[in-house]
């Protein structure tokens, strides 16, 4: 059984910052993508960047310059650095992990929300 659990959301102010931390556990073997989706209220989930195994990073163009994603100092963590947040980047926050070979495994957080006041 595979676990991710998030952490560091909260309210900020616009132009403020906020860290989400992300942890995975369990069996977890050949890590492949490990990333951050959001949603929010009436709208898809989306792609907020995320981190290859082998350390290459992707992110969504609204998201360049003001997010950064990395892999924690534990093994199996990654987090999201969110700079001159907007009351646009107002959402729940998903951690998403990605497993396995040919057919990998898709797992996901529970979701912390952030909230950006103008």
């Known amino acids: 059984q595979v676990q991710l659990v998030e952490s560091g959301g909260g309210l900020v102010q616009a132009g403020g910052s906020l860290r989400l931390s992300c942890a995975a556990s369990?069996?977890?073997?050949?890590?492949?993508?490990m990333g951050w989706y959001r949603q929010a209220p009436g709208k898809q989930r989306e792609l907020v960047a995320s981190?290859?195994?082998?350390?290459?990073?992707n992110y969504a163009d609204s998201k360049k310059g003001r997010f950064t994603i990395s892999r924690g100092n534990a093994k199996n963590t990654v987090n999201l650095q969110m700079n001159s947040l907007e009351p646009e980047d107002t959402a729940v926050y998903y951690c998403?992990?990605?497993?396995?070979?040919?057919?990998?495994?898709?797992?996901w957080g529970q979701g912390t929300q952030v909230t950006v006041s103008s």
């Open positions: 369990g069996s977890i073997f050949s890590i492949n993508v």
């Open positions: 998403k992990l990605s497993v396995g070979g040919t057919y990998p495994t898709n797992y």
């Open positions: 981190i290859r195994s082998d350390g290459v990073t």
